[in-house]
């Protein structure tokens, strides 16, 4: 069994920075990739930036120059540092994880979803 939980979601203004935090746990073998997907109502979900057990790291235009993807691999937890942040940046961010279990299997996990509000 594995969890993926995120954290450090909020109501920031324009401008403003916010962390957010994810970590996976249970019998985990290692990790392939991690990373952060938004999803607005109505819309479909769309990758934010990603991050391999290699550090190679991937990004959406809109977000290059302002989000910083990261990873620490001994806690298998995965940062997504947003810095000037904008309106358009409101939405429900979630949390994807490419795991393999200590069964050697490949799945995919999906976190909970945590809120980001960015007031204008």
């Known amino acids: 069994q594995v969890q993926v939980v995120e954290s450090g979601g909020g109501l920031v203004q324009a401008g403003g920075s916010l962390r957010l935090s994810c970590a996976a746990s249970?019998?985990?073998?290692?990790?392939?990739?991690m990373g952060w997907y938004r999803q607005a109502p109505g819309k479909q979900r769309e990758l934010v930036a990603s991050?391999?057990?290699?550090?190679?790291?991937n990004y959406a235009d809109s977000v290059k120059g302002r989000f910083t993807i990261s990873r620490d691999n001994a806690k298998n937890t995965v940062y997504l540092q947003m810095n000037s942040l904008k309106p358009e940046d409101t939405n429900v961010y979630y949390c994807?994880?490419?795991?393999?279990?200590?069964?050697?299997?490949?799945?995919?996990?999906w976190g909970q979803g945590t809120q980001v509000t960015v007031s204008s």
């Open positions: 994807n994880a490419i795991i393999v279990s200590d069964s050697r299997y490949k799945y995919q996990y």
């Open positions: 249970g019998r985990i073998y290692s990790i392939e990739s």
């Open positions: 991050i391999t057990g290699g550090g190679s790291t």
